[in-house]
Structures are given as C-alpha cells and as structure tokens.
C-alpha cells in the first residue's frame, strides 16, 4: 500500500488517519504543530515520538517536501526560489523585503491558462493545479531557508490564476490562517478577473482575506486585447463583482495596473480609471511594466507615470507607483518561471 502524506492531509483528514491508526488523539495536535510550525522534512524528524513510534508511523506515512532547486538573489534583496514538486514538475516564490514586512509571493498553479499578454508566465501554458498543500508548503519552505527572519505577509501573485483553482487555493487559505497562523489581513490574492469566483471569494466559510483585481485597461476593447478573461467578465462585470465582495471594515480592493507605452497609459486612461473605480473603496498601484529582451510592450516615460498619478490622486484616488522588485534576477511580476521554460 502507498504510503500516506501526512501534509497533503486537511486538518481533518489528519484526525480520521490517526484515529483509524488506532493512536491517540492528541498525536493529531502534536503531529501539526511538528509539519507547520517546527517544519519537519521527516517523521523521523519529530523527536517528540519515541524511537519505536517514529519507526512505526514511517512504515504507513511520511512527509512531503518541496526541493529547492535553485535560489537566487537580487541586488535590491528580492530572493526567488525555485521548488521541485514531487512528479518533477517547478514553481517558484519570491521573498520581497519591504522596510517592517517580508512577503512571500506564491503560486497557485504550474503555469498559466490566462495568456495575459504582458506576462511572461502567460506564455506557458497551464500544465496543472497545485494541491493545498503544495500552496502552504511555499511558506513552510521558503520559511526555514530564511531562518530567522519570518515571513510577514503572503500574496498570491506568483503562477497562476489562483481562482481559476479555487477549491484548493481556499482550502491552503484555512491552512495558511489556521495552521501557519498567519493573519487573515496579511494575505492577498490577485487575480485577472473571473468575477463569479470573486464573489465565491467572498462567500460564507471562505477565510476573509484581501482582493486585489489585476486591471490594467480602462476600455473593453483595450483589455480584450491585453487579457482574454475580459472577453468572457468585461469590465462591467468584473467591476460589480468587486462593489458585492464583502469587505472588512477599513479595508480596501487593491487595484494592479500595468502601464505599458502607448497602450493603457494616456491621461484618458487615468480620467477614465478615476471615474470607474469613484465609488469603491480601493488603492491603485501603477506598476510601469517590466521591459525584457523580445519583450513587445514598453515601459512608459517617468513623466507619463507621474501624471498618471497625479490625476488618480486629484479625483481623491489613492495611487502608488510600485518599483519593480528582484529585476535582475527576473523575480518582478509577470517574469516568474520565464528564466526556466
Ligand atoms: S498575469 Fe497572472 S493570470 Fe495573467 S497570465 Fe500571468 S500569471 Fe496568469
């Protein structure tokens, strides 16, 4: 009989195990406080067991891990890892210092379906979904490479449309929040824009994490050319999605956009952004775009990004330019993977 992995197991799946290996049940406890909170690799890793115990247990059950493969650092401290997935497939997640916080960002899946044009992950195609555990697992990992520094804040920005994965992207949420015990506030998912999933995102039993829409036009016509998910959820669609998700109290939809030359980056585009998003309680961060080699977009001028700005800022909408981080070791959004297929 195969053995059994005792990290892709729920919380609950754990219970029925030991309960059915005729232990006790406060192994249960003991056996989640060794995989998510001391990181073991192994059973035999759990020193808490007696010898004679550990050796049992490893004859039904064992551990998963993700291998890092390869680990690199940026000048400006961004550090992308690599990770091996069991049947040999490759994510990645990249650690971004910012003053107090440490992020991770993580994937949700191994490539991507969406073929947003600017990203380099999009030209991959979606070669599977990753289980729950694989999701959680990032932040264990990337968790004891950097010891002792801790992980601060998880975004879902990595490969993947994490909604286009729903169930298991919820279910590494209860995870993250409840075994990994990170705070619900401190995680973000983004996505390209599959509005009913927003709207499930926001439904009962679903941990209340925050939204942020990748937008990165301000016409249908322009966004059907960038991101082929708005031929399916224009903006009209997406953007009541957003006006229904239940937000906590203070909290704000974060809104990415991509500013690329000559294409989404006119003083119309941010009058028209301004006008849209005047009703919802939001941030924009204007991302200039990652210009690489092949590359057919072009990052737009610094005074076209700073009148962007301005104008958001006039019409009282919170906007930020972000730098992109880890360039030089392609870690910068949109680019992950791009160095390994
Ligand atoms: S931007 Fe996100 S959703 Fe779009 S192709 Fe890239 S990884 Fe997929």
């Known amino acids: 009989m195969p053995k059994t992995d005792l990290k892709a197991l729920s919380k609950q799946g754990l219970e029925s195990f030991i309960r059915e290996s005729g232990l006790p049940a406060f192994r249960t406890k003991q056996l989640l406080h060794w995989i998510y909170e001391k990181r073991a690799q192994s059973i035999d890793g759990i020193t ?70 600017f990203c380099l992950t999009g030209k991959m195609t979606l070669r599977r979904n990753l289980k729950a555990h694989e999701i959680a697992d990032q932040i264990i990992s990337a968790g004891r490479l950097i010891e002792p520094r801790k992980i601060t804040n998880i975004v879902f920005m990595g490969m993947g449309e994490p909604l286009a ?15 990994l015990k990170i ?46 998910v ?37 003083m119309d585009d941010a009058k028209r952004l301004a006008k849209m998003l005047r009703d919802l309680p939001c941030k924009v961060n204007l991302i200039p775009f990652n210009q690489y080699e092949g590359s057919e977009f072009r990052r737009p001028p610094d005074e076209t990004i700073a009148r962007f700005q301005n104008i958001l800022v006039d019409k009282h909408i919170t906007a930020f330019v972000r730098k992109s981080k880890g360039q030089d070791i392609l870690a910068a959004c949109g680019q992950l993977k791009a160095g390994y297929c």
């Open 48 to 117: 808490e067991f007696s010898k004679e115990l550990r050796e049992n247990f490893s004859k039904a059950a064992y551990i998963s891990s993700l291998a890092i493969l390869k680990r690199l650092t940026s000048e400006d401290g961004t550090e992308k890892f690599l990770f091996g997935l069991e049947d040999g497939e490759s994510i990645e997640s990249v650690l971004i210092p910012d003053k107090d916080r440490l992020t991770l960002c993580i994937s949700s899946q191994v490539g991507c379906a969406m073929k947003c044009r």
């Open 165 to 179: 994965n729903f169930d298991e992207v919820v279910e590494s949420l209860r995870r993250i929040t409840g075994l």
């Open 183 to 228: 705070s619900k506030r401190r995680i973000t998912i983004s996505t390209s824009g599959i509005a009913p999933k927003i709207l499930e995102l926001g439904g009962i039993g679903v941990p209340r994490v925050n939204l942020a829409i990748s937008l990165n036009a301000t016409t249908d016509e322009v966004r059907d050319r960038l991101m082929p």
């Open 230 to 266: 708005n031929k399916k959820y224009p903006l009209s669609s997406l953007l009541g999605a957003c006006r229904r998700f239940p937000l906590e109290p203070g909290r704000r939809i974060t809104f990415e956009y991509v500013l690329l030359e000559g294409v989404n980056d006119t």
